[in-house]
């Protein structure tokens, strides 16, 4: 196994300080960073042990760009210009970039044989970003250009196999400001059932 960063922050301290980052330094993600990002995906439960996934890691500039340009139209006449406004961003705007100009994509891909594949995947992701904040690297996850990454069409240009499809597109870059934690609503229990209180 790779040698791994020492964590300067606990795994709750990360989970507090992850946030979704679409403001990216133009630094480049190295190789061996991405590296220990997939090391930590793989390291997340997987259903009857299949390990279902698979990675696609894009740097190229254009290709991200054109992917944007391909992603953003697709989105809207999918969910409509109210829905996308509701997020907040302008998806029809000329330089909105759907992937906020990070210089890395990495596309966790699942092979659909497998069962619950697409928790295996997500549960990666998580894995994989909370890493990424470790060690001061920032992660958005971009479900909006996932029909467009999983069109025929792309999928053969980016080398994913007709069985795999894409679950989770990530983009990773350097953080250009920092984002503070979030509040969050405070958990919903809908039962709370202590030993012994059921009688039949
Ligand atoms: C399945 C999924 C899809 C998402 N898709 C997008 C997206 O297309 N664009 C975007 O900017 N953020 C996207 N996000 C990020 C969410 O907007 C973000 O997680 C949420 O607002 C909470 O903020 P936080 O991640 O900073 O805590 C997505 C998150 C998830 C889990």
């Not at 090391?39 to 890691?57: C, K, N, S």
């Not at 996308?84 to 659909?112: M, R, S, V």
């Not at 196999?161 to 597109?169: D, G």
Request: glycine share 4%.
């Amino acid at each position: 196994m790779m040698s791994l960063p020492k964590a300067e922050m606990t795994i709750f301290e990360t989970m507090l300080a992850r946030r979704s980052v679409r403001r990216y330094k133009a630094r480049k993600v190295d190789r061996t960073s991405i590296n220990i990002l997939l090391e930590a995906a793989v390291r997340a439960p997987t259903a009857t042990h299949q390990e279902p996934w698979a990675f696609v890691i894009i740097q190229d500039k254009q290709l991200l760009q054109n992917l944007s340009d391909q992603a953003k139209p697709s989105f809207l006449s999918e969910v409509g210009q109210n829905s996308a406004a509701h997020i907040g961003q302008a998806y029809d705007a000329e330089n909105f970039h759907i992937f906020y100009n990070a210089g890395t994509l990495i596309l966790i891909c699942g092979k659909t044989t497998a069962p619950l594949y697409a928790a295996d995947c997500w549960l990666a992701a998580e894995n994989l970003m909370l890493a990424a904040c470790a060690m001061g690297l920032g992660t958005c996850v971009i479900g909006s250009a996932l029909s467009t990454l999983n069109t025929p069409e792309t999928k053969v240009l980016l080398n994913i196999p007709e069985r795999f499809c894409v679950v989770a597109p990530i983009v990773v870059g350097y953080p250009d400001d920092a984002i503070a934690p979030v509040l969050r609503k405070n958990p919903i229990v809908l039962a709370n059932i202590p030993a012994a209180t059921i009688t039949s």
